[in-house]
């Protein structure tokens, strides 16, 4: 949250019980479709950014990983971060340097971000890059990715 933000926010809160079971049931089932394993470490990093209000930085993923509130070791939740961005299931905000799962039905697309400069909220949305995509095409390019990120005030922020 930046220092001109003074107002409160609605709680932004994560899934948990029943919900957060389903999509960890629905991960491992992926990963097993896909020849892949949802080991112990890569469940624990998916578990808390589903249950996160917002971003997290890797280091607090390595804070909050342990049960007994002992950290993580930092190659074992940056492994567990890589796995995820590859398999879909988590995307970097490279300007925040935070993760956050993928809240979107669909396998493998473009990554697209609202980010609130006030309350920090990130919500995905799923863009309409067709027109780029079929431009670079055309110039002999073949993109694999694309991100978007985009800076402004959230619904709640403007009206506070």
């Known amino acids: 949250m930046s220092e001109a933000c003074r107002h ?3 709680a932004r809160p994560g899934i948990h019980g029943a919900e957060l079971t389903a999509a960890l049931g629905a991960a491992e089932a992926r990963c097993a479709a896909e020849q892949e394993r949802l080991t112990p470490p890569r469940r624990r990093v998916l578990e808390l950014l589903l249950g996160a209000e917002g971003p997290l930085k890797a280091y607090d993923l390595i804070a909050a990983y342990g049960d ?10 940056y492994r567990a971060l890589e796995f995820l961005e590859r398999l879909g299931f988590a995307h970097r905000i490279e300007s925040l340097n935070a993760y956050v799962p993928c809240r979107m039905e669909s396998d493998r697309h473009s990554a697209a971000f609202l980010i609130c400069d006030c309350c920090g909220a990130a919500e995905e949305f799923q863009p309409d890059f067709s027109a780029q995509l079929a431009a670079a095409e055309t110039a002999g390019y073949a993109v694999r990715s694309v ?3 985009a800076r402004g005030l959230c619904a709640e922020c403007q009206g506070a």
Request: no cysteine; hydrophobic share 25%; proline share 19%.
């Open 8 to 10: 409160d926010h609605g």
């Open 68 to 77: 007994a509130g002992e950290p993580a070791k930092p190659p074992t939740v």
């Open 147 to 149: 991100t978007l990120e």
